[in-house]
């Protein structure tokens, strides 16, 4: 199943999420692969790749530089792999865009990948350009981490209406999984409001499952190890865990519920693997 890490949005957590509920697929023995998506390369620095040996990276899996095997590598935790970002991956919208059905090449790339992984994880940059715009397109199932403040679902919002866009035109896109409340402050009275609003709205789309505010997870990407695998007990590395069996639940039910009614796309049972 490929389930991509995304939204408009930046700084919500959707690498520090797609990280460590890869660690956590991982631990439960699946055999997980995170590919990083952003020319930042957090996800990739976070679980321990030094920045001069980030190459090869997802911009030659996206351009077929070379053969998979040589892109994809081993991390420090057991069946979990990962393919890199690098800085070329700036150029990766620019180079795609001349050509047809450019959102469906990274799909194409990823195909051969599938059968070898229970979990493919996309982690996104925070845009709609042609790279998450195909991870959308790849992708099974997408989960949305929102932060808990005013007017957070307007991204929601966009990001739907482009997977409705995607499915129009290729008659294929993602179901939403869920969205994923991180750095939910339960201390402030605001982010407590926003999170009943959150939910009054987008129902059981949300993950029971929320993230709190945890500096240590804000330091972890420096330690090169997710917070899961340092500090397993601590409280956000237990929601993770938490998420992770709930992504679990959600990707092999194939209910649809009140998704319908705020534009989300049902499952296509024929990708599910
Ligand atoms: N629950 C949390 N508590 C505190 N800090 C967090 C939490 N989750 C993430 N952070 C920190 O917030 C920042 C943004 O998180 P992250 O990089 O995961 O977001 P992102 O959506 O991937 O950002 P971008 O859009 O730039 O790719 C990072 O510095 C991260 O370490
Ligand atoms: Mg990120």
């Not at 989960?143 to 679902?153: D, E, N, R, S």
């Not at 499915?167 to 605001?190: C, K, N, V």
């Not at 009943?196 to 499952?209: H, I, P, S, V, W």
């Amino acid at each position: 199943m490929i389930v991509a890490f995304v939204s408009k949005k930046g700084g919500v957590g959707k690498t520090t999420s797609a990280v460590n509920v890869a660690a956590v697929l991982a631990r439960l023995g699946h055999r997980t692969l995170l590919v990083d998506l952003d020319s930042q390369a957090s996800a990739s620095l976070s679980l321990g790749v030094a920045r001069a040996d980030l190459a090869p990276s997802a911009y030659d899996l996206l351009f077929a530089k070379r053969p998979a095997a040589e892109i994809v590598r081993r991390t420090a935790i057991p069946n979990l792999d990962l393919v890199t970002a690098s800085v070329d991956l700036v150029a990766a919208d620019l180079d795609l865009a001349p050509l047809r059905d450019r959102e469906l090449v990274l799909g194409r790339q990823l195909a051969p990948l599938r059968a070898a992984y229970e979990w493919i994880l996309l982690d996104c940059p925070p845009a709609l350009s042609v790279v998450p715009l195909s991870a959308l397109a790849a992708a099974d199932g997408c989960v949305v981490p929102v932060v808990p403040q005013p007017l957070a679902w307007e991204g929601v919002d966009l990001l739907l209406a482009a997977v409705s866009r995607l499915r129009e035109r290729f008659g294929t896109g993602p179901r939403l999984l869920g969205l994923l409340l991180t750095m939910a402050d339960s201390r402030t009275r605001l982010a407590r409001e926003t999170t009943r609003l959150l939910r009054e709205r987008f129902g059981d789309r949300l993950f029971t499952a929320a993230v709190p505010v945890c500096t240590r997870l804000a330091e972890a990407p420096a330690w090169g190890r997710p917070l899961v695998e340092a500090e397993p007990e601590s409280r956000a590395a237990l929601a993770y865990a938490a998420a992770a069996r709930e992504l679990i639940d959600r990707s092999a039910s194939g209910e649809t519920g009140p998704a319908s009614k705020i534009g989300v796309l049902g499952t296509d049972p024929a990708r599910h693997g």
